[in-house]
């Protein structure tokens, strides 16, 4: 316990320094910019780490997990405050829901039998075969045989829409461009001085919110593999086109995912469709295509699970699906894109 306090307080101290409000001039405001956005990434990966041995819950965290109506259901999830999400508080009367989809339930290749099934064994915070039930954020507790969010509390138990036990692996393509004028040139934006970037925004059937295209990394599957079939299937619509516009489309997707690229997060992601049982983990990894031509060659169209795809300008006036506009603001700032009107904002990083 005190190992937990302690590292909980060094977190802390970390983050009070990464964040100190910079009051300088600009130019040297950039170049602190620069360090500090390091620091802001490491904390945002360690923020997800220390969160199982929180006694209380972190701002922003943890809390779609706890919204009602569950997704794609009239279920609602037993109310959690603040206070009490933390699996360190003591609870004596939580009484969750237990909720798993019909969907679910059938018994789909992608879902796990339920524990109850004498034939399934799932090996918990290692490899499973090809199933991959390590979580990014370290070590989770197993109860009565169940899988325990590390996140903590959300109201509800068994695994709602996800079809695995413990963590569920995703993938996110965050794809961007400059935005550019009709002479080619980069559009700077008049109040912070800094370029626009644009990114390739779906808008997902199952709830009608815009997202960063992306989806769950199949058994033995690379995660670069799911980055770049998830980003065809949803926002090329690869899986309708004919065998000659697959590998048109094929050749122009290995040139995009050939380019450096930017690991922006891995771990947790605070989703609608978490439970006590299962949650959603993703790692969300920027291909930036600098010119523009690779993008030129390529047609967004909507498929699969998109209804909409299109290029969207970056800002914090963005609201996005789950966690995904915490992504897209740690990619302006790799960047070094416009983000905020507020110049103060911009310094400091909120």
């Given amino acids: 316990m005190a190992g937990r306090s302690l590292g909980k ?6 983050l009070s320094v990464a964040l100190a409000s910079v009051t300088v001039r600009s130019s040297v405001c950039r170049s602190i910019l620069a360090y500090r956005n390091s620091l802001l990434s490491s904390w945002f990966h360690l923020n997800s780490s220390i969160m199982s041995n929180s006694n209380g819950v972190k701002d922003n ?8 109506p569950y997704p794609g259901s009239k279920v609602q999830r037993s109310q959690v405050p603040n206070e009490k999400v933390g699996w ?42 090809h199933v991959e039930r390590k979580s990014q954020n370290g070590l989770y507790e197993i109860e009565n045989g169940r899988p325990r ?14 079809g695995r036990w413990g963590p569920n692996h995703a993938a996110d393509p965050i794809i961007t461009r400059w935005k550019k004028d009709s ?7 008049p109040v912070s001085g800094k370029h626009i970037l644009q990114f390739v925004a779906i808008k997902r059937k199952d709830c009608g919110e815009w997202a960063i295209p992306g989806g769950m990394v199949d058994p033995g ?21 004919s065998s000659a516009e697959k590998r048109e489309i094929e050749e122009q997707l290995h040139k995009l995912f050939s380019q450096e690229h930017l690991v922006i997060y891995k771990g947790y992601v605070d989703d609608p469709r978490n439970t006590d049982n299962a949650w959603m983990e993703t790692e969300a990894v920027n291909y930036h295509d600098e010119t523009g031509e690779i993008m030129d060659n390529l047609t967004l169209e909507a498929g699969d699970d998109a209804g909409k795809v299109k290029w969207v300008d970056i800002s914090d006036k963005l609201k996005l699906y789950a966690s995904h506009s915490q992504f897209i603001k740690l990619v ?3 960047r070094d894109a416009h983000w905020s009107e507020d110049s103060e904002a911009e310094c400091n990083g909120s």
């Fill in 183 to 189: 002479s080619g040139n980069k559009v700077t934006h």
């Fill in 88 to 129: 360190l508080v003591e609870w004596q009367d939580y009484n969750p829901v237990e909720y798993t989809a019909v969907s679910v339930l059938a018994g789909p290749r992608w879902a796990d039998p339920q524990i109850s099934e004498s034939n399934f064994s799932p090996k918990f915070n290692e490899k499973d075969g």
């Fill in 61 to 68: 965290s943890h809390n779609k997990a706890r919204t009602s």
């Fill in 9 to 14: 307080a060094l977190a802390t101290v970390s």
């Fill in 332 to 334: 302006t700032e790799k």
């Fill in 149 to 162: 969010n590390p996140a903590g509390r959300t109201g509800l138990v068994g695994r709602g829409l996800l």
């Fill in 221 to 241: 599957e690379k995660i670069s593999a799911t980055l770049k079939r998830e980003f065809g299937e949803e926002a090329l619509n690869s899986l309708q086109k």
